[in-house]
């Protein structure tokens, strides 16, 4: 059964990750094995980078899970969240969607977002009339299987221009030779096909290259 494309800029992250559908990442998978898609499916990871990337997406853009970190009353003296106090906080906190920080890497999202809205270009480009984390999806029509992506940054679609598709990254090193081999290792190339990919069969847009805004996590 063939299903409608969809252009979904209010779909969360949590359902967006449910949805029967192959994105950029689950492909990723299938090229390393066909057990390590399968692995990776039935046993869905968070980690600690990847929650302060989250944290940065939606301080930048505007858009996501809210952002909170432990009560000082329910740590322990040293500060520690080994309490149970802290922990059953933390676990109330995931279940209602947010992310939860350490103060120190709050801080740092907030320098990761000054950094970006300060930048000349990368400002510029977030500053294009369009959506935040917008989720889309399609049928591909030479094999029939559901593709789908997140576009951390959408434009709305101008006539006579090609739409730019804009993705925020999170890096340790943003100078090019290294980011060079981030592209490479995690497969940023693959995940830009995927985007303009489906923006064409969403919209029908021609597309400009995939761009990345990298920012360091580190001051």
């Known amino acids: 059964m063939t299903l409608a494309p ?13 949805a029967p559908a192959l994105s950029a990442t689950s492909a990723k998978w299938i090229l390393r094995s066909p057990a ?3 692995w990776n499916v039935d046993h869905p990871t968070s980690t600690s980078a990847f929650d302060l990337g989250h944290a940065a997406h939606a301080k930048i853009l505007g858009v996501g899970s809210e952002v909170v970190t432990v009560p000082e009353e329910l740590c322990a003296k040293n500060g520690a969240w080994s309490t149970a106090a ?19 890497d709050i801080a740092a999202v907030d320098g990761m977002a000054e950094a970006v809205l300060a930048h ?12 935040a984390e917008v989720s889309l999806s399609a049928d591909d029509p030479e094999t029939g299987v559901r593709l789908k992506a997140r576009l951390d940054w959408l434009p709305h679609p101008v006539a006579g221009l090609r739409t730019i598709p804009v993705d ?11 980011f060079m081999r981030s592209i490479a290792k995690f497969g940023y190339h693959i995940q830009g096909a995927m985007c303009r990919r489906l923006i064409e069969l969403t919209r029908g847009d021609e597309t400009a290259p995939f761009t990345l805004i990298a920012v360091e996590t580190e001051p």
């Open 36 to 38: 390590h898609y399968r």
């Open 120 to 131: 000349p270009v990368a400002s510029k480009l977030l500053g294009i009339a369009g959506d």
């Open 168 to 178: 925020l990254k999170t890096t340790s090193n943003a100078s090019y030779d290294e």
């Open 86 to 104: 802290a922990k059953e906080f933390i676990e109330k906190a995931k279940a209602e969607g947010k992310t939860v920080l350490k103060p120190d």
């Open 6 to 18: 969809v252009i979904d800029p209010n779909l969360s992250d949590a359902d967006h990750r449910k």
